[in-house]
């Protein structure tokens, strides 16, 4: 396949009564790679600091691409391609970076660009790359277009600070592009959608998931990670939640699925995490106890995910899981989506 544009995905009746009947409620949803981290600094052609938190998609040629968020050692951020025929090792990476902030022509980029998010547009025969744009006036999302990750048009900043982990839906919703993001508030920093009919204008901003209040392990504040995938069921959203403990923070994963024709609307949000930091390369790191997935891609058989995460904001590594195996543990996990408010 090319482009993840596969069908929708419908789930597995049979995957999900093994689910029902308690078989493999135990078993991890995700496997991580035994060669991770696939990416690391020292894989880089050029000085860098660290490599995280990168994009993926899958060319037409088969080839797996991430967009990879590079610091470099003055601690500001590029994106910076790699490019490999299996998606797990052998990557040909970009011998220079591949997109620069341009604070000439756009401000809002002045410290770096950060956690990009690739969606294929089969509308606009275009990927549309959703990334942080960091500035005086702090994380704003900002837009470009791209045939070919070596030519870009950028539409500047659409959300502005503070605001990030952003996302485009692959295709109009009634009539209108959709945008995942997540503002910060004063009342804490939740999930938003907001639609625009060119791109470059955006309204009807309407929260889809809150962070929850408490001792939850998504309190407080949680974001979009990789793009959501289209399901005969729903959105399936992988999304990270936040943990303050008394040595700092724990980023782990979460699940939710949103309507299809209103993704504004919850219809299941899992009630505990589902991956976390465990490994070294997890836990220790410029940030400890990280996982941090910002892309996937979809195996030929329209069910295996590869989905790729930054881990403690040091390297890249790989996990596979099932996408019908994950809408069976939220048919089974799923409280209501106000839980824990």
Known sequence: MSLNTSPAISPDPIATESFKQGRGTDQPLFTRHSGNPILSREDWPYPINSVFNAAAVQLPDGDTL???????????????????????????????????????????????????RITYVPELGQYAIAYTSFARGGPGVSLALTKDF?????????????????????????????????????????????????????????V????????????????????????SKGWLTIYHGVRQTASGSIYRLGLALFDINQPEICLQRGDSWIFGPEAP???????????????????????????YYGAADSCIAMATGSIRAMLAWLDLHSGSENSGR
């Open 66 to 116: 991430l967009l990879c968020r590079v610091e470099d050692r003055t601690g500001l951020s590029h994106l910076c391609a790699a490019r490999s025929a299996n998606g797990i090792d052998g990557w040909r990476i970009d011998s220079e970076p591949t997109l620069m902030a341009n604070p000439r022509e756009y401000p809002e980029e002045i410290w770096g660009l950060e956690d990009p």
């Open 150 to 206: 070596r030519s870009f048009e950028r539409f500047g900043v659409i959300m502005p600070p503070e605001d990030k982990d952003a996302a485009l839906l692959p295709r109009k919703i009634n009539g209108y592009w959709a945008m995942i993001h997540r503002p910060v508030t004063p009342t804490g920093a939740h999930m938003w959608i907001s639609y625009s009919p060119d791109l470059r204008h955006w309204g009807s901003h309407k």
């Open 281 to 307: 390369y997890e836990c220790n790191g410029d940030v400890n106890n990280v996982v941090f997935p910002c892309g996937q891609t979809i195996g030929a058989d329209g069910d295996t995910i590869h989905l």
């Open 208 to 231: 889809m998931l809150e962070a929850r209040r408490g001792g939850w392990w998504d309190a407080n504040k949680i974001g979009l990670c990789s793009p959501p995938i289209e399901t």
